[in-house]
């Protein structure tokens, strides 16, 4: 797969362009090349895009930018060394010879995602792309998705989308003067620029943010030189010493980025500008008419003489320093501290702070000291940081007079402030101190953050006879007002507000008293409410809350309250809850967190959602909460649990093994219940009622007559869509309830960061947390689909998260409760034709091998055992069918489970190694996943030629967007091969020996690998699969040891054997 | 340029009315020396001169001004304008009493001609600004035997809004650029304080000085990306709360209005030009916000 780059190309004069800069976008996609070196000029890219085939893959993703031209660069990237063979080695060097080879290093170019080798190099690579001019790149980049990462748009863009909505916003704030720039040097024009205003602080801190994650590909680019030359109409290549002089073997440092970053968004903020500027010079003199036609023009050329020009930069530098300074890496900070005891006077202390860190901070005196040298603030170099502090200090007397007095010395260091004076920094200058690029430290009591606002400061704990399970209930409480830190009561409140000063002190902290306090304070003592676990809930999961109007600086939660505030809110991991009586079986420390998470809400009676990734066990948990209830003799009422129908098999096989003692009933199949009596006769004295979700919604009026105790979905991505029929009856069933009706969701994807699908999950589980579908979608869906609004995501998971328990097979403390390779049976069932078809192939086929001589009959017994394989995996492989026909997913209930399962480890970014012994069978599924994804699925099989295999091999091991799937028949894909990418190993259809499965699964897991891999092996229930699997595990040492590696014993077995192992089972 | 001195003698600008009082006092102060001169009849006519567009250009060059004033001749007459360059001396004793003030280094790093320069001249006896007009020197190449001429009268004229494109130039008419004069106030600077740091060492406070914070040679940190080569294409920010919602500025602080007036003398012939020239771009600045945040708001539509 490609994935697309963008890197700026800073302007540059050529015979055809008057030095615009433009984006150059680029893309590349792994294939084997061969390592290369720089010659006289860098070596071409080996895995670039040409510039037709980026053309039409950009249409195609609806991503190609108007106003391109095809371009080349010298990138600068990181890159491998690796040793030519000698015959490619030979032919570089012949390539080299006209220029002068500098180096002999040859080697490849590293792309995004790749492993990083231990030593890396840099090299400058030449890069075709296409040159996006700036005012088509502000509009392109407008247009990337702001947030979240896509298959085929590298990091660096979603930067380049956040650097350009910056430039909007300056551009809207109106935060931007015309500039004049001077001419580079001979030939080059002067310009006329719009350059955008840092001095705000707001601005300077993004420009930080920016600068410190600056993905370096996004400016390593030197724009490549034309290499051919015009002579007498005739294109002639340039001579050699020419193009070398041209495109020297040079890289580009990397540097930090400050300068750069804010470099790039003035192009930005120019071309946004520029291209909607529509100049008027009516009765303007010719020098503002020239500056103002320049400014609306594409290139912004200024048709002024040198001194002309040289009089409206000056002019033009003069009014923009009036607002703002340099980029520098420091500033100016002014630090106010508090009176000593008694005293009156405040003092405001000088000093230089990082710009990248506020924290960093050393004193005036540091800086004068430094002198000419250059300052090392933390990792932060600062070049003449007394010019910096005094430039800040001078840009300070503008906005705060009062400095002025404290800088008659030459070399202030600090200066006393009258309360008076205090009061005005801490109230209005010090904000307008920040605008000019001045840093301002008030005492923490006065800061201005939520601490130096009036609150509350509480104490509760559960009443004595409460058990803490019903969010209603009343709290034992207490509460005192207060504020910076301190706690202080109405009284005190009102004498230090009757002092009719704005800075009071108080216990020995200066305060800040606003003028509606008093009023808020007296009308909350007032009230004197009650609060309730739900508001200690609610006031513990995020920061600020506020009680009628007053912030909760601090609350304090009695032992046994603060056990269940932890609970809630997953700050420690759930009590375990070890395996109920009755289950068959061990839960892993883990699954036992699980199970007390589960039973923790259920006492609560909120709904749950057991979000584990795939593989950790979420059945099993789920079966033993219903046998924790059975046991604890809660559960007196059905439990309804919907799935897709290619997982209930798997439920039921499952719940016969763990849990034999729950009563577990299909509703399901033609004979099923058709009305409400009926059906409750049917589940009399049954605990778990199985349903799809497709009869769940034909059937919806029946089943809404049952008084469930619980309602159970799994796959609960089925009812994202809040609309969709399924999802909404889904969703009603939970809420209808004459008694309480737990609801547990159960997912392997990661619901929390799926915004979109969050409102109709908790719409089923708990319908109040989040609201209404359209608050929902203005409040949270729109702002962070759109724009990866953070700050609505954090509100938005803290709501969420009391209710959502994920665990990864990759934390820490998962894995080393994994063992390395998990094994996992799928048990699927049969379509109706898979079922016909074998009923039928074993009724023909067993009476033809009874009547055939014995000679014949151990190959006809062989040849029946592999169709059945064949129609349990498809019956358009066992019919021999070579064509993917429309209705093909629905003809496999195995196929069906398959394509659920892939879509997770897809949706994960997992890779997944899929064996199966039939090579038809590869081929089918090859073209059937590749139509269903639209991306490349390799399959490896017998007659894939040496160099093809490799290739495979290497693209997926290496390639960091190679193929998630990789098809591989098991006898040619078993052995020798090296797929430790792999995390998933999927058996989709059964060998009788597992010796030779486990050779296979070996591809993927290797001694000392750190990941776990995931085994599933696909058993079509009731078939001579599930037999296979029963054989191989009752005498798995036997097969092993008496069977080999073959087929062979099959055939010898009797007639009456063999219809054991054949017949279909029902069930 | 509303009208000549002679029927309004105290006039202090060669702006319209509306400007008064706004004129940075470098600008007042020059006007005083001019409406200083007795020949108020010569300077009338001079100001017609100066109002009709007379002036083709006035160009600082190095310490002395060069102009040309098209006359009742063919090609236009040459000007020049210095002042008396103070001597290195005159200079060391200017530089020394600006660096007795942080206050006088922070203006002039910052931008801002500070309103008590004459107090740092005063030290070497000298001025910035001249003191009378006959300091101010002149050449023209009219025929005129008279000094000054109306040429150089008109030249004054515009001078005083010419010193608000760059009030440092004053500087360098005195000899020294706003650079060099930066340099040299930052090595003063530093003379001065190896001075208290000798003092200090017998001081109590010279812990204060020898801070390790101080560093005599760049040291070459490498880049994180040096250290960690993923770096070259990873980011994992997201958008800044700030610019989730994009709307115009709530305080009409727009980047036209902090920056004020555009410091570029007057066009006497386009006498509403820079009013013009301002508003416009304001206006289009409100059209061009509109526009951003329309293509803001529909950003992954």
């Not at chain 1, 993004?206 to 034309?226: F, I």
């Not at chain 1, 759930?574 to 079986?585: N, Q």
């Not at chain 1, 409400?676 to 009399?684: D, R, V, Y």
């Given at each position: 797969?490609?994935?697309?780059?963008?890197?700026?190309l800073?302007?540059?004069?050529t015979?055809?362009?008057?030095?615009?800069?433009?984006?150059?976008?680029?893309?590349?996609?792994?294939?084997?090349?061969?390592?290369?070196?720089p010659?006289a000029?860098?070596?071409?890219?080996?895995?670039?895009?040409?510039?037709?085939?980026?053309?039409?893959?950009?249409?195609?993703?609806?991503?190609?930018?108007?106003?391109?031209?095809?371009?080349?660069?010298?990138l600068?990237?990181?890159?491998?060394?690796?040793?030519?063979?000698?015959?490619?080695?030979?032919?570089?060097?012949?390539?080299?010879?006209?220029?002068?080879?500098?180096?002999?290093?040859?080697?490849?170019?590293?792309?995004?995602g790749?492993?990083?080798?231990?030593?890396?190099?840099?090299?400058p690579?030449?890069?075709?792309?296409?040159?996006?001019?700036?005012?088509?790149?502000?509009?392109?980049?407008?247009?990337?998705?702001?947030?979240?990462?896509?298959?085929?748009?590298?990091?660096?863009?979603?930067?380049?989308?956040?650097?350009?909505?910056?430039?909007?916003?300056?551009?809207t704030?109106?935060?931007?003067?015309?500039?004049?720039?001077?001419?580079?040097?001979?030939?080059?024009?002067?310009?006329?620029?719009?350059?955008?205003?840092?001095?705000?602080?707001?601005?300077?801190?993004?420009?930080?943010?920016?600068?410190?994650?600056?993905?370096?590909?996004?400016?390593?680019?030197?724009?490549?030189?034309?290499?051919?030359?015009?002579?007498?109409?005739?294109?002639?290549?340039?001579r050699?010493?020419?193009?070398?002089?041209?495109?020297?073997?040079?890289?580009?440092?990397?540097?930090?980025?400050?300068?750069?970053?804010?470099?790039?968004?003035?192009?930005?903020?120019?071309?946004?500008?520029r291209?909607?500027?529509?100049?008027?010079?009516?009765?303007?003199?010719?020098?503002?008419?020239?500056?103002?036609?320049?400014?609306?023009?594409?290139?912004?050329?200024?048709?002024l003489?040198?001194?002309?020009?040289?009089?409206?930069?000056?002019?033009?530098?003069?009014?923009?320093?009036?607002?703002?300074?340099?980029v520098a890496?420091?500033?100016?900070?002014?630090?106010?501290?508090?009176p000593?005891?008694?005293?009156?006077?405040?003092?405001?202390?000088?000093?230089?702070?990082?710009?990248?860190?506020?924290?960093?901070?050393?004193?005036?005196?540091?800086?004068?000291?430094?002198?000419?040298?250059?300052?090392?603030?933390?990792?932060?170099?600062?070049?003449?940081?007394?010019?910096?502090?005094?430039?800040?200090?001078?840009?300070?007397?503008?906005?705060?007079?009062?400095?002025?007095?404290?800088?008659?010395?030459?070399?202030?260091?600090s200066?006393?402030?009258?309360p008076?004076?205090?009061?005005?920094?801490v109230?209005?200058?010090?904000?307008?101190?920040?605008?000019?690029?001045?840093?301002?430290?008030?005492?923490?009591?006065?800061?201005?953050?939520?601490?130096?606002?009036?609150?509350?400061?509480?104490k509760?704990?559960?009443?004595?006879?409460?058990?803490?399970?019903?969010?209603?209930?009343?709290?034992?409480?207490?509460?005192?007002?207060?504020?910076?830190?301190?706690?202080l009561?109405?009284?005190?409140?009102?004498?230090?507000?009757?002092?009719?000063?704005?800075?009071?002190?108080?216990?020995?902290?200066?305060?800040?008293?606003?003028?509606?306090?008093?009023?808020?304070?007296?009308?909350?003592?007032?009230?004197?409410?009650?609060?309730?676990?739900?508001?200690?809930?609610?006031?513990?999961?995020?920061?600020?809350?506020t009680?009628?109007?007053?912030?909760?600086?601090?609350?304090?939660?009695?032992?046994?309250?603060?056990?269940v505030?932890?609970?809630?809110?997953q700050?420690k991991?759930?009590?375990?809850?070890?395996?109920?009586?009755?289950?068959?079986?061990?839960?892993?420390?883990?699954?036992?967190?699980?199970?007390?998470w589960?039973?923790?809400?259920?006492?609560?009676?909120?709904?749950?959602?057991?979000?584990?990734?795939?593989?950790?066990?979420?059945?099993?948990?789920?079966?033993?909460?219903?046998?924790?209830?059975?046991i604890?003799?809660?559960?007196?009422?059905?439990?309804?649990?919907?799935?897709?129908?290619?997982?209930l098999?798997?439920?039921?096989?499952e719940?016969?093994?763990?849990?034999?003692?729950?009563?577990?009933?299909?509703?399901?199949?033609?004979?099923?219940?058709?009305?409400?009596?009926?059906?409750?006769?049917?589940?009399?004295?049954?605990?778990?009622?199985?349903?799809?979700?497709?009869?769940?919604?034909?059937?919806?009026?029946?089943?809404?007559?049952?008084?469930?105790?619980?309602?159970?979905?799994?796959?609960?991505?089925?009812?994202?869509?809040?609309?969709?029929?399924?999802?909404?009856?889904?969703?009603?069933?939970?809420?209808?309830?004459?008694?309480?009706?737990?609801?547990?969701?159960?997912?392997?994807?990661?619901?929390?960061?799926?915004?979109?699908?969050?409102?109709?999950?908790?719409?089923?589980?708990?319908?109040?947390?989040?609201?209404?579908?359209d608050?929902?979608?203005?409040?949270?869906?729109?702002?962070?689909?759109?724009?990866?609004?953070?700050?609505?995501?954090?509100?938005?998971?803290?709501?969420?998260?009391?209710?959502?328990l994920?665990?990864?097979?990759?934390?820490?403390?998962?894995?080393?409760?994994?063992?390395?390779?998990?094994?996992?049976?799928?048990?699927?069932?049969?379509?109706?034709?898979?079922?016909?078809?074998?009923?039928?192939?074993?009724?023909?086929?067993?009476?033809?091998i009874?009547?055939?001589?014995?000679?014949?009959?151990?190959?006809?017994?062989?040849?029946?055992?592999?169709?059945?394989?064949?129609?349990?995996?498809?019956?358009?492989?066992?019919?021999?069918?070579?064509?993917v026909?429309?209705?093909?997913?629905?003809?496999?209930?195995?196929?069906?489970?398959?394509e659920?399962?892939?879509?997770?480890?897809?949706?994960?970014?997992?890779?997944?190694?899929?064996?199966?012994?039939?090579?038809?069978?590869?081929?089918?599924?090859?073209?059937?996943?590749?139509?269903k994804?639209?991306f490349?699925?390799?399959?490896?099989?017998?007659?894939t030629?040496?160099?093809?295999?490799?290739?495979?091999?290497?693209?997926?091991?290496?390639?960091?967007?190679g193929?998630q799937?990789?098809?591989?028949?098991?006898?040619?894909?078993?052995?020798?091969?090296?797929?430790?990418?792999?995390?998933?190993?999927?058996h989709?259809?059964?060998?009788?020996?597992?010796?030779?499965?486990?050779?296979?699964?070996?591809?993927?897991?290797?001694?000392?690998?750190?990941?776990?891999?995931?085994?599933h092996?696909?058993?079509?229930?009731?078939?001579?699969?599930?037999?296979?699997?029963?054989?191989?595990?009752?005498?798995?040492?036997?097969?092993?040891?008496?069977?080999?590696?073959?087929?062979?014993?099959?055939?010898?077995?009797?007639?009456?054997?063999?219809?054991?192992?054949?017949?279909?089972?029902?069930? | 340029?509303?009208?000549?001195?002679?029927?309004?003698?105290?006039?202090?600008?060669?702006?319209s009315?509306?400007?008064?009082?706004?004129?940075?006092w470098?600008?007042?102060?020059?006007?005083?020396?001019?409406?200083?001169?007795?020949?108020?009849?010569?300077?009338?006519?001079?100001?017609?001169?100066?109002?009709?567009?007379?002036?083709?250009?006035?160009?600082?060059?190095?310490?002395?001004?060069?102009?040309?004033?098209?006359?009742t001749?063919?090609?236009?007459?040459?000007?020049?304008?210095?002042?008396?360059?103070?001597?290195?001396?005159?200079?060391?004793?200017?530089?020394?009493?600006?660096?007795?003030?942080?206050?006088?280094?922070?203006?002039?790093?910052?931008?801002?001609?500070?309103?008590?320069i004459?107090?740092?001249?005063?030290?070497?006896?000298?001025?910035?600004f001249?003191?009378?007009?006959?300091?101010?020197?002149?050449?023209?190449?009219?025929p005129?035997?008279?000094?000054?001429?109306?040429?150089?009268?008109?030249?004054?004229?515009?001078?005083?809004?010419?010193?608000?494109?760059?009030?440092?130039?004053?500087?360098?008419?005195?000899?020294?650029?706003?650079a060099?004069?930066?340099?040299?106030?930052?090595?003063?600077?530093?003379?001065?304080?190896?001075?208290?740091?000798?003092?200090?060492?017998?001081?109590?406070?010279?812990?204060?000085f020898?801070?390790?914070?101080?560093?005599?040679?760049?040291?070459?940190?490498?880049?994180?990306a040096?250290v960690?080569p993923?770096?070259?294409w990873?980011?994992?920010?997201?958008?800044?709360?700030?610019?989730?919602?994009?709307?115009?500025?709530m305080?009409?602080?727009?980047?036209?209005?902090?920056?004020?007036?555009?410091?570029?003398?007057?066009?006497?012939?386009f006498?509403?030009?820079?009013?013009?020239?301002?508003?416009?771009?304001?206006?289009?600045?409100?059209?061009?916000?509109?526009?951003?945040?329309?293509?803001?708001?529909?950003?992954?539509?």
């Amino acid at each position: 797969m490609s994935l697309l780059h963008a890197t700026w190309l800073p302007a540059i004069r050529t015979p055809t362009s008057s030095g615009r800069p433009a984006l150059l976008i680029w893309a590349d996609a792994w294939r084997v090349a061969t390592p290369a070196g720089p010659g006289a000029t860098p070596a071409i890219h080996p895995f670039t895009l040409n510039p037709e085939d980026l053309r039409a893959w950009l249409s195609e993703k609806n991503l190609l930018p108007n106003g391109i031209i095809d371009a080349t660069a010298c990138l600068t990237l990181p890159s491998r060394s690796v040793k030519c063979k000698s015959k490619a080695k030979h032919s570089v060097e012949k390539s080299t010879e006209s220029g002068k080879s500098r180096s002999n290093w040859t080697g490849l170019p590293l792309q995004a995602g790749e492993p990083i080798p231990k030593h890396c190099e840099w090299w400058p690579w030449q890069v075709q792309g296409l040159a996006v001019e700036p005012s088509a790149a502000t509009a392109w980049l407008s247009n990337l998705p702001l947030s979240g990462s896509h298959p085929d748009l590298g990091d660096e863009l979603r930067w380049w989308s956040h650097l350009q909505r910056w430039a909007l916003s300056l551009v809207t704030r109106e935060r931007w003067l015309p500039q004049v720039e001077l001419s580079k040097g001979e030939g080059y024009p002067h310009r006329a620029r719009w350059v955008p205003l840092l001095n705000r602080e707001d601005d300077r801190r993004r420009l930080e943010e920016l600068a410190a994650q600056l993905p370096l590909v996004a400016t390593c680019a030197l724009p490549w030189r034309e290499p051919t030359g015009k002579r007498s109409n005739r294109t002639t290549r340039l001579r050699p010493e020419a193009m070398q002089a041209a495109n020297p073997v040079a890289s580009c440092r990397p540097r930090s980025g400050r300068l750069r970053v804010a470099n790039l968004l003035e192009d930005l903020v120019d071309a946004q500008l520029r291209q909607g500027f529509e100049p008027n010079t009516q009765a303007l003199d010719p020098l503002l008419a020239a500056w103002q036609e320049a400014l609306g023009s594409e290139t912004g050329i200024l048709t002024l003489s040198d001194e002309e020009a040289e009089r409206l930069a000056t002019a033009s530098n003069h009014w923009k320093e009036g607002v703002t300074g340099n980029v520098a890496a420091a500033r100016a900070c002014l630090e106010l501290f508090t009176p000593p005891e008694n005293e009156d006077l405040w003092t405001l202390r000088f000093a230089l702070q990082a710009e990248a860190d506020p924290t960093l901070k050393v004193p005036a005196a540091t800086a004068w000291a430094t002198g000419s040298q250059i300052l090392q603030l933390g990792e932060v170099q600062v070049e003449h940081p007394g010019e910096v502090l005094l430039e800040g200090l001078g840009r300070a007397l503008t906005v705060f007079e009062p400095i002025a007095r404290g800088l008659d010395s030459p070399t202030p260091k600090s200066m006393q402030l009258t309360p008076a004076e205090a009061f005005v920094l801490v109230r209005t200058a010090a904000n307008q101190l920040r605008d000019v690029g001045v840093g301002v430290a008030l005492p923490p009591s006065l800061s201005g953050g939520l601490a130096s606002r009036l609150g509350l400061s509480i104490k509760a704990e559960l009443s004595a006879t409460s058990r803490g399970f019903t969010l209603g209930e009343s709290l034992d409480w207490n509460w005192e007002l207060m504020i910076g830190g301190v706690t202080l009561t109405l009284r005190e409140l009102e004498q230090l507000a009757g002092k009719r000063s704005p800075l009071v002190h108080h216990k020995g902290v200066w305060i800040e008293l606003r003028p509606n306090d008093l009023k808020n304070a007296e009308r909350f003592c007032n009230a004197n409410p009650n609060i309730s676990l739900d508001d200690a809930l609610r006031l513990t999961a995020t920061e600020g809350d506020t009680l009628m109007k007053l912030p909760v600086h601090r609350l304090e939660a009695g032992p046994r309250l603060q056990s269940v505030l932890e609970q809630y809110h997953q700050q420690k991991a759930p009590d375990p809850l070890p395996a109920p009586e009755g289950f068959i079986g061990q839960l892993r420390p883990y699954q036992e967190r699980g199970l007390g998470w589960l039973a923790f809400l259920n006492r609560f009676d909120q709904g749950a959602c057991l979000a584990d990734d795939m593989g950790l066990g979420k059945t099993i948990q789920l079966l033993a909460f219903l046998q924790h209830l059975k046991i604890e003799q809660e559960l007196k009422r059905p439990v309804l649990l919907i799935a897709p129908t290619s997982v209930l098999t798997n439920w039921k096989r499952e719940a016969l093994s763990f849990t034999p003692e729950l009563n577990v009933y299909e509703h399901y199949g033609p004979k099923r219940p058709s009305s409400s009596t009926s059906l409750k006769q049917a589940i009399q004295s049954m605990d778990l009622i199985l349903t799809s979700y497709g009869l769940m919604q034909r059937d919806s009026e029946i089943l809404k007559t049952i008084d469930w105790q619980g309602v159970v979905i799994d796959e609960a991505q089925a009812i994202k869509n809040p609309n969709a029929k399924q999802s909404q009856a889904t969703r009603d069933i939970a809420k209808e309830s004459k008694g309480n009706r737990f609801r547990i969701a159960l997912t392997g994807t990661p619901v929390e960061n799926r915004v979109s699908e969050l409102w109709a999950l908790m719409d089923f589980l708990n319908p109040r947390v989040l609201g209404e579908e359209d608050f929902f979608r203005q409040r949270y869906r729109l702002p962070i689909e759109r724009y990866g609004d953070m700050a609505s995501l954090k509100d938005l998971k803290a709501r969420v998260s009391p209710f959502i328990l994920r665990r990864l097979k990759t934390d820490k403390a998962i894995i080393s409760d994994l063992p390395e390779k998990v094994e996992l049976s799928e048990w699927v069932g049969l379509s109706k034709e898979q079922q016909s078809l074998y009923r039928k192939t074993v009724e023909d086929t067993l009476d033809a091998i009874a009547r055939s001589p014995r000679g014949q009959r151990h190959g006809k017994v062989l040849g029946l055992l592999t169709r059945l394989k064949q129609i349990c995996n498809h019956p358009a492989l066992a019919l021999k069918e070579s064509d993917v026909e429309k209705e093909f997913v629905n003809r496999s209930a195995k196929l069906q489970r398959l394509e659920e399962i892939l879509e997770e480890v897809i949706e994960a970014g997992d890779r997944a190694l899929l064996f199966t012994q039939f090579a038809e069978w590869g081929h089918l599924l090859q073209s059937y996943l590749q139509q269903k994804w639209g991306f490349e699925v390799p399959f490896l099989h017998g007659s894939t030629t040496k160099r093809d295999r490799q290739a495979m091999v290497d693209r997926f091991q290496e390639d960091p967007r190679g193929p998630q799937i990789f098809l591989l028949s098991l006898k040619a894909g078993g052995v020798g091969l090296n797929l430790t990418r792999a995390s998933h190993v999927f058996h989709i259809d059964r060998w009788w020996n597992p010796a030779v499965e486990n050779q296979a699964t070996d591809r993927a897991y290797r001694i000392g690998q750190s990941k776990r891999v995931m085994v599933h092996k696909f058993i079509t229930s009731g078939s001579v699969e599930e037999k296979i699997d029963q054989m191989i595990r009752e005498k798995s040492r036997l097969a092993e040891d008496i069977i080999g590696s073959g087929e062979e014993w099959l055939g010898n077995m009797g007639v009456s054997e063999l219809r054991e192992l054949v017949a279909l089972e029902d069930n | 340029m509303t009208s000549p001195p002679i029927n309004n003698p105290g006039i202090t600008t060669a702006l319209s009315e509306d400007g008064l009082g706004q004129q940075p006092w470098w600008v007042e102060q020059w006007m005083e020396l001019i409406n200083s001169y007795r020949f108020k009849k010569r300077l009338a006519r001079a100001w017609t001169y100066a109002r009709e567009g007379n002036v083709t250009s006035i160009r600082f060059e190095g310490r002395r001004v060069h102009a040309r004033v098209q006359g009742t001749g063919e090609d236009p007459y040459k000007v020049k304008l210095w002042l008396d360059v103070l001597s290195d001396e005159d200079w060391s004793y200017v530089l020394e009493a600006l660096t007795q003030k942080a206050r006088w280094s922070a203006q002039l790093l910052a931008g801002i001609m500070p309103a008590d320069i004459e107090r740092a001249f005063a030290a070497s006896g000298r001025r910035l600004f001249p003191f009378k007009l006959q300091e101010v020197r002149s050449e023209c190449s009219c025929p005129d035997k008279a000094n000054p001429c109306k040429h150089i009268s008109a030249i004054y004229f515009l001078m005083g809004d010419r010193f608000s494109e760059d009030p440092f130039v004053l500087f360098q008419l005195r000899g020294r650029t706003r650079a060099k004069l930066l340099l040299d106030l930052a090595e003063q600077r530093r003379a001065v304080l190896a001075n208290l740091a000798n003092a200090a060492k017998v001081d109590e406070n010279h812990d204060e000085f020898s801070s390790s914070a101080i560093n005599n040679e760049i040291t070459t940190q490498p880049h994180p990306a040096v250290v960690d080569p993923s770096l070259w294409w990873k980011y994992e920010g997201n958008l800044n709360a700030d610019l989730v919602v994009i709307t115009p500025t709530m305080d009409g602080e727009t980047g036209i209005r902090s920056a004020g007036d555009l410091p570029l003398a007057e066009e006497p012939k386009f006498p509403e030009a820079r009013q013009k020239f301002l508003s416009h771009l304001h206006e289009q600045g409100q059209v061009l916000a509109q526009q951003a945040m329309l293509q803001a708001m529909s950003t992954g539509e």
